[in-house]
């Protein structure tokens, strides 16, 4: 068998058991969003103690992604993973347990700690261990487990928690700590080797390192979709409430709409587009096509249209996500923990700075959010293609 057919063999099943892993994490998420308003209340707090609760999570990802992704690159994916895994089913398991406002704010803060040592990492594991051809493929597999935790996630939420509230942590505890035996005792290290840990080399200079490659290119256009897709994300339900006076239910389908699409683009479309288009130009139509559905919601008319016009970008968006995160991985050389821990960081950045940008913009009129968040995915396709000039990769 030769080399690359022996590599997609090897990887096939812990690309399920990663799947798996990120389905878990993207669930203890999402089943928490239907459950925190009332958690808020039932403990005396309110919108202002949701923001922070919100922010910490976003902001501690933010800030430790890059570390556990050096770490990685350090002392081996397979370590880092589990202690991630096992420490967000600790921190939902404290979330469940949580009697006051100070406790579950530890408890999310811990989780942005430790949640954020799986993504970067198990994308590092896909660039080590898949050929260039097939890491979108992988790629994509592990945002349709994401995405599809994003669409049942808030459902499973809703039943679990009608009789018992803090159900919901402890049944996503329960799948983390299932996760985090697969990672133990099934999942081998990646083919490729990691770095050693004999290159002493400070962690800020490998980032700076990074930052003046074609990567740092790349991590700018991730910053700046995050930006522009959670800035509409945060702001959404609250315009179509506004607009068109929808339902509870109503703004429901929405986000369950846009959890299929990026399902059907991450799981279906990704890996066929990419080996008929290439990655670079994927990542370009697939940012003017979402721009172009941003800008196509303040022309919807209703709930039909808004749906339509949901489903448009949420497939552009799920193109995108995949093609980068493999492109970028070819910038990484023997540095994939490390790159991926500042994909994630710059994600998280962006999660912060574009809801709060959204929600500024919002008061002033209603519709700016959107044109702002399209005009930060018009600016990546700009970054995209004048970073790339050079392909240079990260080098020893």
Same mark, same amino acid.
């Given at each position: 068998m030769?080399?690359?057919?022996?590599?997609?063999?090897?990887?096939?099943?812990p690309v399920l058991?990663?799947?798996?892993?990120?389905?878990?994490?993207?669930l203890?998420y999402s089943m928490?969003l239907?459950?925190?308003?009332f958690y808020i209340e039932?403990?005396?707090?309110?919108?202002?103690e949701? %923001?922070w609760l919100t922010?910490s999570y976003?902001?501690?990802q933010?800030i430790c992604?890059?570390l556990?992704g050096?770490?990685s690159?350090?002392i081996?994916r397979?370590p880092?993973?589990?202690?991630g895994?096992?420490?967000y089913a600790?921190t939902?398991?404290?979330?469940?347990?949580? #009697?006051?406002y100070w406790m $579950?704010?530890?408890?999310?803060?811990l989780s942005g700690?430790l949640?954020?040592a799986?993504?970067?990492?198990a994308?590092a594991?896909?660039?080590?261990?898949e050929v260039?051809?097939e890491?979108?493929?992988?790629m994509?597999?592990?945002g349709?487990?994401m995405?599809?935790?994003?669409?049942?996630?808030? $459902?499973?939420?809703g039943?679990?928690?009608?009789?018992?509230l803090?159900l919901p942590?402890?049944?996503?505890?329960g799948?983390?700590?299932?996760a985090f035996l697969?990672?133990?005792? +099934?999942?081998p290290e990646?083919l490729?080797?990691v770095r050693s840990?004999?290159?002493?080399?400070?962690?800020?200079?490998?980032?700076r390192?990074?930052?003046f490659?074609?990567a740092?290119?790349?991590?700018?256009?991730v910053?700046?979709l #995050?930006?522009g897709?959670?800035?509409y994300?945060?702001?959404?339900?609250l315009? +179509?409430?506004?607009?068109f006076?929808?339902?509870?239910?109503q703004?429901g389908s929405?986000?369950?709409?846009?959890?299929?699409? $990026?399902?059907?683009?991450?799981?279906m $479309?990704?890996s066929p587009l990419?080996?008929r288009?290439?990655?670079?130009a994927?990542i370009a139509?697939?940012?003017?096509?979402a721009?172009?559905?941003?800008? %196509?919601?303040?022309l919807?008319?209703?709930?039909?249209?808004?749906?339509?016009?949901l489903?448009?970008f949420?497939?552009?968006?799920?193109?995108?996500?995949?093609?980068?995160?493999?492109y970028? #991985?070819?910038f990484?050389?023997?540095?994939?923990?490390?790159?991926?821990?500042l994909?994630?960081a710059?994600g998280?950045? %962006?999660?912060?700075?574009?809801p709060?940008?959204?929600?500024?913009?919002?008061e002033?009129?209603i519709e700016y959010?959107f044109?702002?968040?399209?005009?930060?995915?018009?600016?990546g396709?700009?970054v995209?293609a004048a970073?790339?000039?050079?392909r240079?990769?990260?080098t020893?």
């Amino acid at each position: 068998m030769n080399k690359p057919a022996a590599l997609r063999q090897a990887v096939r099943k812990p690309v399920l058991i990663l799947s798996f892993t990120m389905l878990v994490v993207s669930l203890g998420y999402s089943m928490a969003l239907p459950v925190m308003p009332f958690y808020i209340e039932r403990l005396g707090a309110g919108g202002r103690e949701m %923001g922070w609760l919100t922010a910490s999570y976003a902001m501690m990802q933010f800030i430790c992604a890059p570390l556990w992704g050096v770490l990685s690159d350090r002392i081996g994916r397979r370590p880092v993973l589990t202690a991630g895994v096992l420490g967000y089913a600790v921190t939902l398991l404290m979330f469940g347990l949580a #009697s006051s406002y100070w406790m $579950l704010f530890a408890a999310r803060s811990l989780s942005g700690i430790l949640s954020s040592a799986t993504m970067p990492t198990a994308m590092a594991f896909i660039g080590d261990s898949e050929v260039e051809a097939e890491r979108s493929r992988g790629m994509g597999q592990l945002g349709a487990a994401m995405g599809l935790g994003v669409v049942i996630g808030p $459902l499973f939420g809703g039943l679990l928690s009608a009789e018992i509230l803090a159900l919901p942590f402890f049944v996503g505890a329960g799948m983390a700590f299932l996760a985090f035996l697969l990672v133990v005792f +099934v999942l081998p290290e990646p083919l490729q080797p990691v770095r050693s840990s004999r290159d002493g080399g400070l962690i800020n200079r490998e980032i700076r390192r990074i930052l003046f490659t074609p990567a740092g290119a790349l991590l700018l256009l991730v910053f700046l979709l #995050s930006f522009g897709m959670t800035g509409y994300q945060g702001i959404a339900g609250l315009y +179509v409430v506004h607009k068109f006076n929808f339902s509870t239910q109503q703004v429901g389908s929405m986000w369950m709409v846009m959890g299929a699409m $990026l399902v059907v683009a991450q799981g279906m $479309l990704v890996s066929p587009l990419t080996r008929r288009f290439g990655e670079p130009a994927l990542i370009a139509a697939g940012c003017a096509a979402a721009a172009l559905g941003l800008l %196509g919601l303040s022309l919807a008319g209703g709930y039909g249209s808004t749906l339509a016009v949901l489903a448009f970008f949420s497939l552009a968006l799920g193109v995108i996500g995949p093609a980068l995160n493999a492109y970028l #991985s070819r910038f990484a050389g023997d540095r994939q923990g490390t790159v991926m821990g500042l994909n994630s960081a710059a994600g998280s950045l %962006g999660k912060v700075a574009g809801p709060l940008a959204a929600g500024y913009l919002y008061e002033v009129n209603i519709e700016y959010p959107f044109g702002s968040s399209a005009a930060a995915l018009l600016l990546g396709v700009v970054v995209f293609a004048a970073g790339l000039r050079s392909r240079k990769g990260i080098t020893n």
